[in-house]
Structures are given as structure tokens and as C-alpha cells.
């Protein structure tokens, strides 16, 4: 059966000990707690784990975020995909679901058989993840990575330690979702409550591919970050810094730590999870003058060093063109 429950669809990832974590298993369990529901599809070697938001009068979105899985080979005008899109096709109508978004867990510089997007599908006008991001190669000795970062970052890295800034595993999600709101407080960026942090650490902490570091001075909690890993790839998806002793440098040592635990772990990239959707040669122009969005943490972001990379998409399947259209113009995105 294309439809597949749970256990089945972690059966079918054992084929890809790679996939992006969001196509696991535990964060569909997490956002079906949290207002989605989840349907899973496997045709051949191609899946996708499947989130549906609720829309008024019975209509719905639906998303893929960073999938579907399937082979980085894969011809994208086969007769496997056109059978998987079929069946994702029929979900979403069962769904009443006015269009499906796919973020593909695909960087712009691969190479992949067919032409992008595919058939039936076009460029989206806004994103859900971050399209853009910096990606540290872990593959090199940890002297070979601080070598690649600014000279400014591993001063800062080795002044943190000279200022007897720790940095601890944690289990307290609640200290971290403390630091976090004080950080969205002054940053004015939007957070989940804290039974969200607190289900997404039970989920995968379990598993080992979730961990807590926080960094202290003399017991004081000042930074702390939530980063995933799954097979050879890690993420670092929540972060938070007090105000209190910034001199002291503790994001960049908790940032430091959290590299070497992926690393520790064998995985060989750390994805420091959005940068501003802009060139290179933009975000170095730019990134002293401005201070919106994603463009508050270029800045720290970039001295870590790494290759800027860009995923492919996002692409949009639409099903009820008149509603797409509303939608766009409800959220801004519409001309």
C-alpha cells in the first residue's frame, strides 16, 4: 500500500541513513501534536512524509519539507515518481488541500537527471525552511575546521574559555526555553511555547539525535543551543543567549562544542540552518547595514566559516488556483 503507518515508514528510511531529519519519523509525531496532521507515502524507493494545516471551510495546505526521499539519482520524469505523485496527488484532494508546497532536501549545485521543478510544479514565492544556509565540512581535524573560520571567531572561541565559560550538556528545556524568550524578547523574532521544545527533546534526545548544550559561568546559564543529528548530517536548529556577560563570548564556545559533538558522532557536515536568501557578494555588501530577519545572525553565522549553499526550490503544486491565489495575498505574497 502506498499509505503507510509509522513503522513502516521507518523500515523504508533504513535505506536512507542520510534523510533529513524532518522526513524522520519522531517530527512527524511532533507535528501532529501540534496542529498537523501526517500522512506517509512509499512508492518503490521514493517517500515523503506529508504535513496537512487545516484551512477554514475544509481546505488545507499541504508540505513536504526537505523530501521527498528518494535516490539522488533519480529521474525526475520516471515512471516511479509519476507513480508516487499520483498518490500524493490523490491524498492531497482527500485532504481538500488547495496546494502542496515541496522543499526538497536538494542544494542547487547537485546533479540530478530531468529538469527542475518538475512537471506540474512551480517556483514558490516564499519558503517555510530557510533556502539559504552555511554548511561546515566536518570531515577535516578540528584544527583544520578553526583554521577555516574568521580570526575574529576563534579569538572569540579561545577568550570564552579563558573566561571560564563552561559548556554542559543539559536536560533542562525549561532554562533553555527561558534564555529563548528573553532572545525572541529582544531580538523580536517569533518562538513556540515551551511544551513544543519540550516534545521535540523528548522525541529525539531519546534516540541520540537531539542534544541540549548550554554554556555557564559559574553556574549562570548564558547561551544555549538545541542541534540534531541523523546519520552523517547535523543541524543546528535552536539557539538562545542571555544579555548577561556577552564579553565572555559563550555563544561562539556552545556553537564550538555543538560542531565537535556532530563531528564526535561521525557526521560529516553541521548545518548552521538560514542565512538571508541573498548572493554572496550581497550578504558581504550588506550584512554591517542590515539587521531584519535572518540578516540579525549572518554576521556570527558567517566567522564560523563554511560553504554557502542554497537548496533547490521551493516549488508549489497547485490544485485550486483562485484559492492559491487568495492565500498568497493573505499571507503577503501575492502581487
Known sequence: MPIVNKEEWKQFLEKYPNAHILQDAAWGDLKSEFGWDVRRIVVGDVGAQIL??????????????????????????????????????????????????????????????????PAGFQQSPHDIQPSRTILINLQEEEKEILGHMKSKTRYNIRLALRKEIVVRRSFNVEGFYEILSRTADR????????????????????????????????????????????????WYFYGASSNEHRDRMPTYLVQWEAMRWAKEKGCLSYDLWGVPDEDLETLEAQF????????????????????????????????KPLLYRLYLLWTGRGE
Open 52 to 117: 496537512f494545516k487545516s484551512l477554514p471551510m475544509g481546505y488545507s495546505v499541504a508540505y513536504i519539507p526537505r523530501g521527498p526521499v528518494a535516490p539522488l539519482e533519480m529521474d525526475w520524469r520516471s515512471d516511479v515518481w509519476g507513480e508516487f505523485l499520483a498518490q500524493v496527488d490523490a491524498t492531497c484532494h482527500e485532504q481538500r488541500a488547495i496546494f502542496l508546497k515541496v522543499e526538497p532536501d536538494l542544494w542547487e549545485s547537485d546533479s540530478v537527471p530531468g529538469q527542475l521543478p
Open 187 to 234: 531580538a523580536d523574532f517569533g518562538i513556540h511555547n515551551l511544551n513544543y521544545y519540550q516534545r521535540v527533546f523528548e522525541l529525539f534526545a531519546p534516540q541520540g539525535k537531539c542534544k541540549l548544550l548550554t554554556a555557564e559561568y559559574q553556574g549562570q546559564p548564558l547561551a544555549s543551543v538545541m542541534v540534531f543529528a541523523n546519520g552523517e548530517r547535523s
Open 288 to 319: 554591517l547595514e542590515r539587521h531584519e530577519g535572518l540578516w540579525s545572525v549572518y554576521r556570527f553565522k558567517r566567522g564560523f566559516g563554511g560553504d554557502l549553499k542554497r537548496t533547490r526550490g521551493p516549488w508549489d503544486r497547485v490544485y
